[in-house]
């Protein structure tokens, strides 16, 4: 269990930089809009993270403009459904582009 938290806190690090480093290789930030981005990125992975009914090791979040983007697999509609609308109540959030999977379904 405390080697499970300092992954997942590890994870959540490197991802929030690598949103960051991607979201300027991408495109010119407006002012403060890279910052925003990361931050929205990461309340999403964390209410994500604290839902242990979620794989989210299965989950990837990326957030562009304030444009949301989810990518993965999931077991069931629910969690899928469960996601999307964590990502859609997140504040700053303009848009979510749901590209999440469900396991055994093509």
Known sequence: ?????HLLVAALAVLTLLSLTGCAAHHK??????AD???????????LYANA???TW???????NHTV???G???TNV???FIDETAHKTEGVEKVVNSISIRGRF
């Open 1 to 5: 269990m405390f080697a499970r938290r």
């Open 29 to 34: 930030c407006e002012v403060n809009a890279c």
């Open 37 to 47: 981005d990361a931050a929205i990125t990461a309340k999403i992975q964390a209410a």
């Open 53 to 55: 009914a979620i794989a």
């Open 58 to 64: 299965d989950i990837q979040v990326q957030t562009i």
């Open 69 to 71: 983007y989810l990518y």
């Open 73 to 75: 697999l999931v077991d």
């Open 79 to 81: 969690q899928r459904a």
